[in-house]
C-alpha cells in the first residue's frame, strides 16, 4: 500500500486506465498487470484501456464491462478450490470438509458492493457485500451462505462463509464441484472441494 493507506495506481513506471481513471495495482511485469478495475466503471456498458509505461501509451481497447465476473481462487496449477475448513486447517485429500461444517472460500469479481469504497482501499469494517445476490453450490446441492463479502483487509477479495450440505452418495472423502453465482453469473465450472 502507498503512503494513503491504498494500492498504488502507478508502479514499475506502469499505469492502467480506465476511461482515463488509474487503477490501482498489485502487480507489474513485463508479461502480467494485476489491477483491480475501478468501481467507476459498474453500469457501462463497455471502458477504454490503455497501458502507460514510462509515460509512453500502448493503443486504446474498448472492453466489454459485465456486472459480475465470479472466480474462486484456486491451489495454485490445480482446479482444487483454496478453502478454510471449520477448523482452520486447508482444505485437502486428507482434511476434507464434513457435511454440515463450515468452510471458508476466496473470490474474486464479485461485482460492485455496499457500502460502496474508494477502488484500491482495503476492506475494513463495516465490510462490503455484493450489491448482487450470490450463493455456493457444492456437489450441485445448494450450500448455506453465512457470509459473502469483502475478505477483512484486502484489496478486492471476497470471502464466501458456507455450510457444506449433505451430498447424495457420498461415503467417504472425494471431490465435488464448487461454484458460485453472484446475480444470475457463475464462476468457471471444473472447480472441486474435498468433502466427506
Known sequence: LDASGHLPTSLGDTQ??????????????????TLQAP???????STVVQIFYKNISSNSVALQVVPAEPEIFTVLGANTALVLNQDGAVNSSGNPARAGSIVV?????????SPARITGGPAQAPYGQPVLPASLR????????????EAPGFVGLFQI????????????????????????????????IWVQ
Open 16 to 33: 492502467v486506465l480506465f476511461d482515463g481513471v488509474p487503477a490501482p495495482l498489485f502487480f507489474v511485469s513485463p508479461f502480467q498487470i
Open 39 to 45: 468501481y467507476g466503471v459498474a453500469g457501462q456498458d
Open 105 to 113: 472460500l476466496y473470490a474474486t469479481g464479485c461485482g460492485q458492493i
Open 138 to 149: 457444492i456437489g450441485g446441492a445448494g450450500a448455506e451462505t453465512l457470509y459473502a463479502g
Open 161 to 192: 462463509n458456507a455450510r457444506v450440505p449433505a451430498i447424495a452418495g457420498i461415503t467417504g472423502p472425494t471431490v465435488a464441484s464448487v461454484q458460485l453465482n453472484v446475480g444470475g453469473l457463475s464462476s468457471r465450472t471444473g472447480v472441486t
